[in-house]
């Protein structure tokens, strides 16, 4: 190839070089890092740092030393540093290579990486805010999740979730009906917020008389507290689980009465059998059981004494010899017929 | 119907239509003066979210943010024209035509009293 023509490639590939917008290109010498070329744009975002490139070194920040290891190890070493160009720093990556191991020469190509750098901080910022929002949904979601715990029983609330929809349940199973004697008057003499307070005291109790003994509350209406064992879980000893609750809820009663100033008298009682167990509704739902024994559950306690439980003969006689059968009679159940009934007390007393 | 942010290329899009907009307000002497000491990085970031509300995407901007984001800092309506005009110059430079434009000049608009 004659000069003048490796004289016009020369011109091309510089004007070639100086035409590139977005990256600095410079080539220097790797010994002594005096520049040999840089293209404009080089030049002109490098000239706010240093009047003019000579040398490499007159960049701030070059580690000369890790420039040297970087290119025997890695062949090639990247750097990250800020030009301040007119007023506001702009910053740059500057990445060395090696050009040509004959002539030993780097190629240090660099980019305005304003925008890649602009890009990363806006996305932080939004993983951030997402961090936040699912903070926030979790926070919200556990709080519904609570809600419905209290109106369904765990196992329920899994399948509803899961499936949108909870099938019913039907088990053998038993039933507490729990009432406050002469409630209407209480609530007719008493300040309401004390009298709330009150119960809402025993109520929460009865709750952890219920989990202590597997059983599961099913709802309050009024001044009733319906509770049941074998339900949605299966419970082969339901109706020992039920009259130990049951005989709790009495000691609590006791106990609490023998200091309180206002005293609470409850009747309970207890049947068992096959029980419905379902989720009502549409908008308003709630967890709800059905069957004989819950309507029987309910005319028992109606006609319990004061603080007694109330069972079917049939349903004491499951339990063995842990608790003692007073007062056996027949009595005439609305709706059922002629039933052998009996007062339930322990033996011993069971305490939570 | 799909929203104008998702139209122009979702949050990459914006956010580099955004960070093309910074540059042209800091070149303009102008405006540039409201940003000697802003955080640049920030305020595209803030920015993405608050154009993508406007374009129907993700994020928010709510009037009381951009009211307490530019108290005490004496912009004239004036200025306000210029970053106005430099948003929609960088936003037709990007693609956006007539109608969609529109939109987005008038919402702009709507927050002049927020921000003067």
Redesign the interface.
């Known amino acids: 190839m004659s000069d003048a023509r490796l004289e016009e490639r020369f011109e091309h590939f510089v004007k070639a070089f100086n035409a590139i917008r977005t990256h600095g290109i410079v080539i220097a010498q790797a010994d002594t890092l005096d520049v040999k070329f840089a293209n404009e744009w080089a030049m002109h975002r490098l000239r706010g740092a240093v009047n003019a490139i000579t040398n490499l070194t007159d960049i701030e920040d070059i580690d000369q030393e890790k420039l040297a290891a970087d290119i025997e190890s890695k062949g090639k070493y990247v750097l990250e540093t800020e030009f301040r160009f007119v ?2 720093p702009i910053p740059l990556r500057l990445t060395f290579t090696r050009l040509t191991r004959q002539d030993d020469l780097l190629l240090l190509e660099f980019a305005d990486i ?2 890649e ?3 990363n ?2 996305l932080d ?2 993983a951030r805010d997402l961090e936040q929002q699912n903070a926030d949904l979790r926070r919200e979601r556990d709080r519904s999740e609570k809600l419905l715990l209290n109106i369904m029983p765990p196992t329920i609330y899994e399948e509803w979730k899961e499936h949108g929809l909870a099938m019913p349940v039907k088990n053998d199973a038993s039933v507490l009906m729990m009432d406050f004697v002469g409630f209407s008057s209480i609530s007719l003499e008493r300040d309401p917020a004390e009298m709330i307070g009150d119960m809402n005291d025993i109520f929460a109790a009865f709750d952890k008389i219920c989990e202590h003994f597997g059983c599961e509350r099913i709802k309050t209406l009024g001044d009733s507290y319906i509770a049941v064992s074998g339900l949605p879980v299966p419970q082969p000893n339901h109706e020992q689980s039920i009259a130990r609750a049951a005989n709790s809820f009495v000691h609590y009663i006791t106990k609490r009465n023998a200091d309180a100033e206002h005293k609470w008298n409850l009747r309970i009682g207890l049947a068992s059998g096959p029980i419905i167990g379902s989720i009502v509704g549409i908008q308003k739902f709630v967890f709800d059981v059905f069957g004989m024994p819950v309507n029987l559950a309910a005319r028992l306690e109606s006609i319990s004494e004061e603080d007694q439980i109330t069972v079917p003969v049939e349903f004491a006689e499951r339990l063995g010899d842990e608790f003692l059968r007073h007062d056996i009679r027949t009595e005439e159940i609305k709706g059922i017929g002629e039933v052998d009934i009996c007062t339930l007390q322990a033996k011993t007393k069971t305490t939570p | 119907m799909t929203t104008l942010f998702k139209k122009y290329g979702g949050f990459a899009a914006v956010h580099d239509i955004m960070s093309t907009f910074y540059d042209k307000v800091l070149d303009d002497p102008q405006p540039a003066v409201f940003f000697d000491d802003a955080d640049m990085e920030q305020l595209v970031a803030h920015q993405t979210k608050f154009v993508s509300s406007l374009m129907g995407g993700p994020g928010e901007a709510p009037d009381t943010t951009l009211r307490a984001a530019h108290q005490g800092l004496a912009i004239g309506d004036a200025d306000f024209d210029r970053v106005a005009e430099l948003l929609l110059e960088t936003l037709t430079e990007a693609g956006m035509s007539g109608g969609d434009l529109d939109i987005i000049a008038e919402v702009v608009g709507s927050k002049r009293e927020l921000i003067v």
Do not use: D, E, L
Request: proline share 0%; charged share 45%.
């Open positions: 007023k506001r304003t925008k750098k602009r890009m901080f806006a910022t939004y």
